[in-house]
Structure formats: structure tokens, C-alpha cells
């Protein structure tokens, strides 16, 4: 039967839609794999392109500073934020009510440098730094402080080479003594101070949330006020909504951080691009295997009709058709991973530069075998369907 039916059969349209669908193929099983080796770059919280938190502020205007308008974030304003569908959480910053300065000793010969000094608290699950000391007992008055790295670096690389300061590492930084004053309420009060860590999210100088409280209790009104600034944290990076509603609000964006979201918004956007048209070219492929078929059954339909009539049945009178196909597919489909697995070779010294290891192939390889299982049992309905119509 095979022998009697394959005489019509069109090795070129053959080659055509095995060369189509392994274009196809390829292309989302590369996009899927590609994406599965990158995600944890971006993932990282250390990532230029991280899980995102958005420090936020009201907009200063001109007009709005000469009528003296206040900047603060009211409740309201704070619940429709938490509304968002892009919003996880929202923290509120806390600023301290009263006087502080600092004296850090920097080195042999009493060497130290005094400074007007600021604090800023808020909840503990918004901070970068994992491990760190971050308790405060009024009984032994330590105050550990989270400082900004830009902070360490403008020390570095500009006070102290001007000034003929020793520069400090972060691994330095938690030995330095440090005196913190603080004037309020009748009270001049000296505590010891102790850096325990670094924040990349953060450009300011953090403490415990524990101690802010207290101490604006003890040095200042003890009234709370409105938050100036906030801390988001973004379930949706890049999504253009975000920046809708900061422009809407008059919301200003501390830092290059929409930036950040956009690019991982794009990513992801690029990569979406990606699948879509290696579907597209899969399934023109499939259209033109089943136009190639359709036009080698109406080649055979007389062969095909006389087979029926000497008794063979439709679906053996197809079989040899389903065979061709889900061999040319098995082959399509081994290529396909051996091509990605090629591809990949090429951009994982880049993925492994940013000091991931890169995720297994079997996603992609599964996402290959749904795929082209789909196209098959497509392929082999039409098939029997054309034969059926035949009889």
C-alpha cells in the first residue's frame, strides 16, 4: 500500500514544511529556554533589574512652595496607592522629631569628623540588608544605623581623598566609632552608634523603627506626623500604569528605578514577541503540511477510493499518511533541541558572567514535545477526516 500511495508524494512541499515547522520550533523552544536562563538575573534583589521597591515623594512646585502647600501623604492618599493592581504594599517613611548630630572617630591620632545628622525609619520588611543586628534595648542604648552606599561612596571618593581621610570599607565601616547626640525636649543625651549595614534601595540612613519611636517619644513631640515619602513595593515592573499614576498624582520617583522596571518590562515583552512568532511560523507550517496532504489525497483519491472498496478500512487506508508525518515531526522536533541546545551554548558565557548557572533544558524540551504533540494529532485528524470524506 505504501509503495501504491507514495508515488505522488511531493519531497519538495515535504522539505518545505519540515524546513517551516523547524524554524518555528526552534524559535520557541530557544525564546522559552532563553528566558528561563535569564529570569533569575533579573530576579535577583542585588539585580540592576530586581523584585521593585519605589521610593515616592510629592512633586515640589514653585507655586506650591511659595503657599507654603504641604507634601506629606495623607491616609487617603495611602489607600488608593494600596488599591493599585500593581501595588504589593506600601510602607511608610518615619523621620525623627528632633536634634541629632554625629562624630565618628576615623583612625589613630583622634581623627573624627562631626556632622548635623538625620534618621529615617520604616517597617522591617522593606530593608536590603540581610542579617543585620536590627534590635534597639533602651536598657543598653546602642543605635545600629543601615546607611546608604552612595553614602560610602561619597565619603570615598570625595571627601576623604581631598581631605587626607582614610577611606573605609564596608567591612570597616562596622568597627568606626560613632557617637550620636541628640537635643530635644529639655534633653541632651549622648548613645553610641554602630553601622551595620549598606543599602542599595535606600539613599538615606535608616534605624530601627523601635527606636525612632521611642526616641521621638523622648526628644521630641511625641506626635505623630504624616509620612513625606513613601516605599512601594511593585508586583508589576514596567507596567506603564505605574508611571500613568505617579504623572497623575504629581508623584516623583526617587532614582533610575522606572527605568529599571521598564527594561524587565520589555524583557519580558521581547521575549512574549519571540514565542508568539515562532508559533506563528509553526503553525503556517502545519497549514501548509495539510495543503500538501489535502492535494496528495486528491492525487490518490481514485487509488484511495478503490483501496475502501476492496474492503481496507479508512483508518488503514491513512496510516501510511499518519506515518509520514509523525516521522518528519520526530525529526523536526530532535533538530529543533539539538538547534537550541546550539544557540544556548552562545549566550551562557554571558549568562554565567552574572553569576548564575543557567536553568534546565527540560522546561524548554516539554514546551518543544506539547507542541509539536499538538501539530501531529492535528495532522492525523484532518488525515482521517480527508480519507472518511473520500468514502
Known sequence: MWRLLSKHISK???????????????????????????????????????????????????????????????????????????CRSVGRFENSDFGISATLGLGSGGRSMRSQFFFESIPDEFIDVDGAAWDFDPAH????????????????LGFATTRGMPQISEGQAGMIPIQFTFDGAGRHETMQGRIVGFSTRLNTVIVPLTFMRWANERYGSGQ????????????????????????????????????????????????????TVGIIISALAFFVLMLSIYLLLQKNARKLHDLLLLGFSPAEVSRPYEVLVVAVNVVVLVLAIVLMLVARSFYMDMVHAFGVSGSSVLAAVAAGFVLMAIITVGNIIAIRRRVAALW
Open 224 to 275: 505623630p506626623s504624616a509620612p513625606v515619602r513613601l516605599i512601594v513595593e511593585v508586583s508589576k515592573p514596567g507596567d506603564m500604569a505605574i508611571e500613568q499614576y505617579m504623572d497623575e498624582h504629581h508623584y516623583d520617583v526617587a532614582g533610575d528605578k522606572m527605568a529599571a522596571s521598564k527594561a524587565n518590562y520589555f524583557l519580558v515583552v521581547i521575549i512574549g514577541i519571540v514565542i
Open 141 to 156: 542604648p546602642v543605635v545600629p544605623v543601615i546607611v546608604s552606599r552612595d553614602y560610602l561612596s561619597l565619603y570615598n
Open 12 to 86: 519538495v512541499q515535504l522539505a518545505g514544511f519540515a524546513l517551516a515547522n523547524l524554524v518555528g520550533l526552534a524559535i520557541v523552544i530557544l525564546a522559552v529556554q532563553f528566558y528561563l536562563d535569564v529570569r533569575p538575573v533579573f530576579n535577583d534583589e542585588e539585580s540592576f533589574i530586581s523584585k521593585d521597591y519605589l521610593v515616592i515623594t510629592r512633586s515640589v512646585t514653585t507655586a506650591g512652595a511659595m503657599l507654603g502647600d504641604s507634601n506629606s501623604f495623607s491616609d487617603a492618599d495611602i489607600a488608593a496607592l494600596e488599591q493599585q493592581s500593581w
